[in-house]
C-alpha cells in the first residue's frame, strides 16, 4: 500500500465500522443516515485500495473514466445534500411558525371601538 | 345579508407593513357591519398593529415576518377558537371591496359550496398591470397542470370558507405559495369551491408594495419543494 493510502484507508474503515456497529440502533432515520455513510465510507476505502475499480464500475456503466464515474456521483451527492438541508430548513421553518403562532393567538388584543 | 350572518363570520387580514393603508380599510370594512374582524400583524417594522388598534377588531401579532400564508393560518386558528361558522380572508391593502363580502359568503352560507374563491377575471380589474395579468394567467394553468383544479383566478385572496372546509384546509406554505397550497387542499379533501366575481383595483402603492413578477418562479419552487417535504 502506499502512504496515502495507510493514510485514508484505516481512518474509513473505522468510521465505517462505528456506523456499521450502530446501523441497528435508534430511530429508523438514524439508522438509514447511519447505513449510508457505512456505504459511503466503505465505498471510498474500497475505492482508494483498488483503484482499478472506480474505472472498471464506470465502464460497466457506459462512462470513459472512473474520475468521471466519481465526478458525477459528487454532483448528485451534492443535490441530495442540498435538498436534505432544503427540508430541514422547512421543518425548521415550520415548528418556529408554530411557537409564534401560539404566542400570537394567546397574546390577542382586542382594539379600542373609536378609530 | 342577515345580521346573524354578520355575527357568525370572521375578516380574517393578513397585515405586513401596512400602516399607511390599513387604517382606511378597517374602516371601509366596518361600515359594512362585519364586526368580528381579525388583523393579523405579520411582524412588521412600521406601526400596522397600532393602526389596527385603534378600530374595534382583534389584533394578533406576530414576533417574526413568516408570510402571508402563515398570517392567514394564525388568523383562521383564532377564528376557529372564536367558534367562527363561515371564514372570509381579505387584503389589507384596500385592493378588495369590502361591499363584496356578501357575495363571496353567500354560496358557503346558503350551502352551495364549501369555499367560494374570488375571480378578478370573472369580476374586473381597474389599473392591473399587464405583467401582474400574464403571472397571474400562468398560475392558472401551472394550477391545472400540477393540481387538476380548474379555476379562473389563483392568486386571489378573497375567499369564503365554511367552518368544516377552514378545519380542513390548514396552510402550511408560509409565504405566497400558500395560495396555490389552498387550491391543492379543496382538491385533496373533495372540498365543494365555487369561483366569485370580485373587483381588484390595482394603485401605484399597492403595486409597488405587491409582488415582483420575478416572484412568480419563487412561488413555484416553494409549492413544489413544499409538497415532497411532509
Redesign the interface.
Known sequence: MTGFQWATIPPLLLLALLDGSRVMIGHPSFRRDRLLRFVVWLAAAVAIYNPGLPSWVANQLGIDRGADLVLYAFALAFLAVS?HF??QG??L??Q??QV??H???S????????? | MAPDLRRSAWIVIAAYNEQPRLGDTLARLLATGYANVVVVDDGSRDDTAAVALRHPVWVLRHLLNLGQGAALQTGIAFALKQRADYIVTFDADGQHDPTEIDRVLVPVASGEADVALGSRFLGATVNMPFARKLVLKGGIVFTRVVSNVRVTDTHNGFRAFTRAAAEKVKISQNRMAHASEILDRIREHGLRYVEVPVTIRYSADTTAKGQSSWNAVRIVFDFLLGRAIR
Open positions: 435538498f432544503y427540508a422547512v421543518k421553518q415550520r418556529l411558525t409564534v403562532r404566542v400570537a393567538i397574546e390577542a388584543e382586542k382594539g379600542g371601538g373609536t378609530p
